[in-house]
Every structure is written in C-alpha cells, then in structure tokens.
C-alpha cells in the first residue's frame, strides 16, 4: 500500500516514548512516556522522519519547499502516540461462541465448557469447514477494527484448525490479510492450542504430529516467525510445551507461549529458551519473578479474558513491575475468553483491575508490546527513523484514553505511514 508525505501538526501531547534503552522497559522507565507539547511528526516512505515542535516543523527547507505533496493533518491540541501493538491476539475463527457464552453465564467455568466439549474444540469445525478466502475475510475485517482503535501491529495466532491442513489454511489466511492491510502482522503458528477431537486422551501423538509434521512445513514454508503453545491445566502439560519449544527452536522459529491462565507452571525451564513472551501470567510463583525480571522474556497480560470470564482474579502486575520485570498488555482477541479488539479496554482494564498507572498501560501496550514481538527497533515508539505508525485520540490528556472505557476515542490510525480513516475532528 502506497504512503503520502504526511504532516501532523498541532499535536496537543506528543507521546513519543522516545528512549536511548536497548531493552525493554521495566520499573519506573514504565512511567516515562516522553511527551512533547504543541508538536508535529513528519512521515515520508512510510518512516518517520522528524518529530518536533509544530513552528520548526513549519520552518523545515525541505517541507517549505514540498508542501504541496504533503498532507497536512491538522490534530487540533488531540493526543497523538505510537500506534498500538496487539502482540496476542487468535483472529482466524468462523464465528463467536454464543452457546458457550449463555453457559457460562448460567454458572458454568471455562474449563468445565472445554470438559463438555465446548470451548476451542467447538471453533474447530468451523474453521476446518471454512474456505481459505473466507477466513481471510475475517481476518481482514479484525485487523480493520483493530486498526479503528488505534493498532497498527498485530500479531496474528492459527490454532484453531488444529490439523496440518486448517493449521497451514489458517496461517495462509493471516498473511493473505496481511498482505491488504496497511498495517504489520506478526503471524505466529499455535497448533498446541488443544488436542483435536479425533486425538481426544491421546495428546502426546499429537504432539509428535504439531513437532515432526506441522512446525517442518510452516518453517520451511515461513507461514510463522513465532510458534505458541498452550501450556496450563487441561491443555499441554509443561513437559509436552518442552517438546514443542524444543521443536521450534530447532526450526528457527521464535517462542512465546500461553502460561498460568488457569493453573500454575514454573517457568524456568521455559526461560532457558529465551521465548520473547509469556502470556496471561494469573498464576505464577513468586520465585520465578526475578528470574523473569533477569531475562528480556516480556510478561504479557491479557485483562480482557478475566473480564470476558467474569474472574475476580487479574494478573499480579503490580508484583511485576515491583520486581523489575518488563510487562505487555494485549487483547488476546478470540471468540472464546476475549472477544475484544480494543487496546484501550485493555488498558482501562489494567488500569482499574490491575492497578497499572495510565502511563504505565500506555508503554505496556506499544513499546514493550513491540519488544514481546522482537521489532521494538521499528516499531512502538515515536522517533526518527521507526515506521510511521501512529494513533491520534480525541481528547486532550493521554490518561483519557484509559479512562473513557467502552467507547472508542481513536480519531485517525496512521499505519506504515498510511492514514486509516479520516479525521473527525
Ligand atoms: O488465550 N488460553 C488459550 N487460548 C485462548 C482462548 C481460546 C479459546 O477459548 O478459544 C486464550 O484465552
Ligand atoms: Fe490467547
């Protein structure tokens, strides 16, 4: 998709989370959003280019000069901050999980549906049925929501196909989306999201078929940078996520991997293998903090399934942050645990439930969000040089944003440089 010469003036509050760190966040640099008052950002080729104030901006030769190829987006004192990165989300299904839903708010857990046969095993006909081009469709419609709300990275799991065919189908589908949207997906291949219905109390078979037949082909095919695994009670066991990390470093695929949703797991032995992140993170044992707190393995908090579940329980990211280890936010969109597309739900839900600081959810949901996908030295901050992703709010002040929950604010979403929507303001 082609970018124009973009010029964004009148920038109320710049968040540029501009920094000279060569990792990720952790601690009070959580907090240090590094904002600039009355500011502009010029993008050019789908980079940024310049960020300062809105007079030297003006002043710039080579804009004086260019000024009619450029589009001038006047933000009027709005709140402009590097586009969202979704580093969580499993966009490839054919349909929400109604049924599922109405049980659970009739009482029933989320383990209790998968035992009875609901939960991830009932999106798997679906997807198995569905023609590639119509998961592409879905995915395609996702990634422009997603896009609505301010994100312009995501990535993006298969793991509802669960066969060598729906499994390379769904990760086809990711890249054919990603290939028409503006913005940059991240596939990642999750075929040990749960054992499949035909393999049902035989899931060490399985594991053999995700390690000796899948992960070969989608290495050799690249339909994934990243390969995920769900490790917890009732899906795979932390010696069965061994042999899948274990696989996939051998294919030259990067790790990350769904850790203490329902149930705890030490997560040293996973650490060993540098996974970029773990993700949910409800339950974990206090002495497996520091380790984490040493490592550049990001702890990846997905609120938006402990509210689509109706928990009490959120993940402990206060200890986290206390600790030193360096923490994301993402939606973990899904039709099961969270159907949402919205950073700023998320960041809301951080906020209130998690006692994350506005400013804190902000870096956790951009920067260290680019840092859990291994691309913080292009995306997730404002500077020269980083792709022109950008995310410009109606409002005046950036804890807003995590404030107004359950509206979307996103005025405008500028992604690789190319303007998503227009403005409304
Ligand atoms: O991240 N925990 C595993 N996977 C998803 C839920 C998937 C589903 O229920 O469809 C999650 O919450
Ligand atoms: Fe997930």
């Given at each position: ?96 999980r109604l049924v599922d839903f109405e049980k659970r708010i009739a009482g029933a857990s989320y383990e209790e549906i998968a035992e009875a046969g609901g939960g991830i095993r009932s999106s ?70 749960a ?5 049902r ?29 769900f490790?917890d009670r009732g899906a ?25 949703q329902l149930g ?41 399934a402990n509210?689509f579940l109706g928990l009490?329980r ?22 099961g645990s ?88």
């Open positions: 998709m082609k970018s124009k010469p973009l010029l964004l003036t009148n920038i109320g509050q710049l968040l540029t989370l501009r920094s000279t760190a060569t990792s990720p966040r952790r601690g009070t640099s959580l907090s240090d959003l590094a904002i600039s008052e009355n500011a502009a950002v010029l993008c050019l080729g789908g980079k940024i280019v310049s960020v300062g104030s809105t007079k030297e901006a003006l002043r710039d030769p080579w804009l004086k000069k260019n000024r009619k190829k450029v589009t001038e987006i006047d933000c009027c004192g709005q709140v402009v901050l590097p586009g969202f990165v979704d580093s969580h989300t499993h966009p490839v299904f054919a349909g929400p798997i006909d679906g997807v198995r049925r569905a023609s590639k081009p119509g998961l592409t469709n879905r995915v395609l419609a996702a990634l422009d929501d997603l896009a609505k709300h301010g994100t312009t990275t995501v990535e993006a799991k298969s793991g509802y196909g669960l066969s060598f065919e729906s499994e390379t189908k769904s990760l086809e589908a990711i890249l054919d989306a990603a290939k028409q949207w503006p913005g940059t997906v991240v596939p990642t291949f999750l075929g040990a999201h054992v499949p219905p035909e393999l109390g035989r899931s060490q078979e399985y594991v053999d078929i995700v390690c000796q037949q899948m992960m070969p082909a989608v290495a050799k095919r690249k339909l994934a940078r990243f390969a995920d695994v490790c795979f066991s932390a010696d069965e996520a061994e042999q899948i990390f274990h696989a996939a470093d051998q294919h030259g695929l990067s790790l990350r991997a769904h850790m203490g705890e797991t030490r997560l040293e032995p996973f650490l060993r293998y540098n996974p970029a992140s773990l993700d949910h993170m409800d339950y974990v044992n206090d002495a497996d903090l520091p380790t984490l707190a040493m490592s550049d393995t990001i702890a990846t908090f997905v609120p938006g509210y009490t959120y993940p402990r990211a206060r200890q986290f942050i206390e600790a030193g280890v360096a923490v994301a936010l993402a939606t973990d969109y899904n039709p969270s159907p949402t597309l919205s950073m700023p739900m998320v960041m809301s839900l951080a906020c209130t439930h998690m006692k994350m600081s506005p400013a804190e959810a902000i870096t956790a949901a951009t920067i260290n969000g680019a840092w859990a996908l291994r691309i913080a030295d292009r995306k997730g901050s404002i500077e020269p040089g980083k792709d022109a992703d950008l995310a410009v709010f109606d409002v005046r002040d950036y804890r807003e944003i995590a404030y107004w929950f359950g509206a979307n604010h996103c005025a405008l979403t500028i992604l690789n440089g190319v303007a998503h929507s227009p403005p409304t303001g």
